[in-house]
Structure formats: C-alpha cells, structure tokens
C-alpha cells in the first residue's frame, strides 16, 4: 500500500545499512583477501535470497526463470557479483575506505555515459555538466589535492573507477530483465558462487578464515547484497513521491565518513568532504524528477 512516511522510514534504514559496508568491507579484509570475502558475502547472500524464495513460495517460477535465461544469468553474474565485488574488494584493499566508497558512488555518472554507446542516448547539456562536477570531485579525492600525482595511488583509483563500469554496465543490461527482483538476483548470486568456485580451482590459495573475517563476510552478504536491497525496494514501491525517498542516498556516503573516523580511524581530509559534495552535486544534477514527482 502507498504510504510515504512508511517509504521514508525504510528509505532511511536502508541508507543507515549501506553507510556502514564501507567501515565492514575494511574491517573484514584484515582478515580476508578480497576473493575470500566476495566468496563468504555471495554465499550468504545467495542463500538469503533462496530463503526469500522459500517463504513466498516462489520456486516453480524461480525454476522456470532458470530454464528460459540461464545464458543471460551466467553471464550477469560473472559481472555481478563476480568481477564487480572482486574488483570492488581490491580497490578498497588498496585506498583508504573515504577515497574508495566516495568514488564507488560515481557509477551512476558511469552508467550516463555506457548509455550512449548501449542503449542508443544521447547526452544533454545538464549530464554533460553532472559529469565534469561529479569527475572533478573524483580527481580532487584521488589526488588529495596536491599537484604531485606521483604520490597517488593510481592502481586503487582505477580499479575503483573500473567497479563503476561493471555495476553501471549490469544495471544497463538489466534494463530489458522483467524477471522479478529476487528471482534475477538469485541467479546471479547462484552464478557468481559458481564462477567463484572455478576461480578457486584455477587460482587456489590457502585459506583457514578467522571468526572476525567470517562474520564481516556475513555482515557484508547480509546488508550490502540482500536484505538491504529489499527494504529499498520496499520503500520505493510504497512511495508515493519516489523522488522523495531516492534523494535519501545522499546521506549515505556522508554517514559512512563518520563511521569510517570513528571506527576505523582515518583521518577525513578536506578534499574528501569537498570532492564528495562534488561529486553528490553531480548525482543530484543528473536525477531527473517530474513535476509530480517532486
């Protein structure tokens, strides 16, 4: 049922869930590689979401998605969460949790621009704008602000910057998916343990995980890939004014640089701050809201 103070409420929640994965990833690659923790946090969610599928007894259709799509699902989930969350955890391995998170969330900035050549778009003037403020808030983080940018780890921006492509380019294929959302992300998260599991046959590595590295794994399967993504829908579909609720992730980067001081200690710099508003001032430009919308 439509209620907007109900939509904003589980908007909310779900933008305190994900200001915390940042703080979570790190925490758990002390303990983990980044393979090891994407292989934990898939599992975890993978068997969320077929406990999901259990409850609304949704199995003969989930079977029936399987045998019509399972091309188009092996292929989503080598990209997602395959390749993006492996890439993801490295860059993040690599940067600092304030540099990695802030740029992670230019994807949608990434998916304006895959648009052009995938679904035929052409850019206007405003996502042309949104782009230069969102990139020069991108260049402001990874460089710190200095002119020497020998000093820059150029290895962590550009694997981050490579995660923007991949989630970008998996939500633009998703575009012509009807399949419903728990189904399609079952078999994604079923293909990514799969193609995990062939990555661990050709590129196996020793492995005794400690509890620590266990529970971040959970943690990070549970409210970064699962559950979170339900209540956000669930709050975009009782909405009444969607726009409303979607202008909530905003706050998300911003609590996270609280968590990240206060948790992990690092130190927030002002380019940080400044290039994050940057590059949410570039996000905010690109959303378009129609009039009844606002």
Request: some cysteine; charged content about 10%; hydrophobic content about 55%.
């Amino acid at each position: 049922m439509i209620n907007q103070r109900r939509a904003i409420m589980y908007g909310l929640l779900a933008v305190l869930l994900w200001a915390t994965v940042a703080t979570a990833f790190k925490l758990a690659l002390i303990y983990l590689t980044p393979r090891q923790l994407l292989f934990i946090a898939a599992l975890t969610s993978l068997l969320f979401f077929a406990g999901v599928i259990s409850v609304q007894g949704k199995w003969a259709q989930t079977v029936a998605v399987a045998r019509s799509h399972t091309g188009f699902y092996c292929l989503q989930g080598f990209i997602n969460p395959f390749a993006y969350y492996w890439i993801l955890f490295m860059a993040y391995n690599q940067l600092p949790a304030q540099q990695a998170q802030a740029i992670n969330y230019t994807w949608a900035i990434t998916m304006a621009l895959l648009a052009v050549p995938i679904l035929k778009q052409k850019l206007s003037g405003r996502e042309l704008l949104a782009m230069l403020i969102a990139y020069c808030g991108v260049a402001l983080i990874a460089t710190g602000g200095r002119w020497d940018l020998a000093q820059t780890n150029w290895s962590g921006v550009g694997l981050a910057l490579l995660s923007t492509l991949l989630w970008a380019g998996y939500w633009l294929i998703n575009t012509r998916n009807h399949d419903q959302p728990v189904i399609a992300l079952f078999w994604c998260f079923f293909w990514g343990v799969v193609w995990l599991l062939a990555a661990a046959i050709i590129w196996p590595e020793p492995w005794m995980p400690a509890w620590q590295g266990l529970l971040a794994g959970i943690y990070v399967g549970i409210f970064e890939m699962g559950l979170t993504f339900l209540i956000w829908l669930t709050a975009m579909r009782t909405a009444s004014k969607t726009s409303q609720v979607s202008a909530l992730i905003f706050l998300s980067p911003f609590l996270s640089l609280i968590l990240i001081y206060s948790i992990l200690g690092e130190v927030i710099y002002m380019t940080t701050l400044i290039g994050l508003s940057l590059i949410c001032g570039g996000l905010y430009l690109l959303r378009g809201t129609t009039k009844k919308d606002v």
